[in-house]
C-alpha cells in the first residue's frame, strides 16, 4: 500500500467530521469569550471594581467564568446589544437627515443671530459682522437690502445667471 491510502485508512470520515466539529466550536468559544468581555466593558450599571472582578474570573477561569457570566447575566447581555444596536441605529439616522437637510439655513442662522442680539449676547457690530459672514457663505438674497440683488435689481443675481448651475429664488412681485 502507498502512504496516501495508508492516510486515508488512518483518518476516516467520521474522524474528519470530529475534528471539524471541535474546530468548529473552537471558534465558537472564542466568540462567545469575546462577546462577554465585550459587555462586561459595555455594562454601564456595573462600576469598576464589579468590571475588574468578572474580567479577572473569565480571564483566570475562562470556562467557568464565561458559563457563570452567562447564567448571572445573561438576560442583560441581550437587552444591552440591543440598547446599543438602536442606539446606534439613531445616531446614524440622525446624522442621514442632518446631512440630507445640509445643515442650517441662512434663515435659521439670521433668527438665531437676531435672538442672540435681543438678550444681549452681542453688539450691534458683531450682528452686522456675523450677518455678513451668514450671507457671504449662503450667497445672496432678497433679505439684505439693495446691494445683494434685491427684487426688481439688475445684477446677476436678479437674473439667475449669478453662479453656474444656480437659479436666484427672488423674483419681483
Known amino acids: 500500500m502507498s502512504v496516501q491510502t495508508y492516510l486515508a485508512y488512518d483518518y476516516p470520515a467520521l474522524s474528519v467530521f470530529w475534528s471539524m466539529l471541535v474546530f468548529f466550536l473552537w471558534i465558537m ?8 468581555v465585550m459587555d462586561i466593558f459595555r455594562d454601564d450599571s456595573m462600576g469598576g471594581v ?3 472582578a468578572w474580567l479577572v474570573c473569565v480571564v483566570v477561569l475562562p470556562f467557568l467564568g464565561v458559563f457563570v457570566y452567562l447564567i ?4 442583560g447581555m ?19 437627515r442632518e446631512t440630507a437637510r445640509g445643515g442650517t439655513s441662512g434663515a435659521d442662522e439670521l433668527t438665531r443671530l437676531s435672538e442672540m442680539k435681543a438678550r444681549g449676547d452681542i453688539t450691534e ?13 449662503h450667497g445672496p438674497s432678497a433679505a439684505h437690502g439693495p446691494s445683494g440683488g434685491a427684487p426688481g435689481g439688475t445684477g446677476p443675481e436678479s437674473t439667475g445667471s449669478g453662479r453656474s448651475g444656480t437659479v436666484s429664488s427672488t423674483s419681483p412681485h
Open 50 to 52: 464589579a468590571k475588574a
Open 72 to 75: 448571572a447575566r445573561g438576560k
Open 125 to 137: 457690530d458683531e450682528f452686522r459682522k456675523a450677518k455678513d459672514m451668514v450671507f457671504a457663505a
Open 29 to 36: 468559544w472564542f466568540v462567545l469569550l469575546f462577546r462577554v
Open 78 to 96: 441581550g437587552r444591552r446589544e440591543v440598547e446599543q444596536a438602536r442606539a446606534q441605529q439613531r445616531a446614524f439616522d440622525s446624522y442621514i
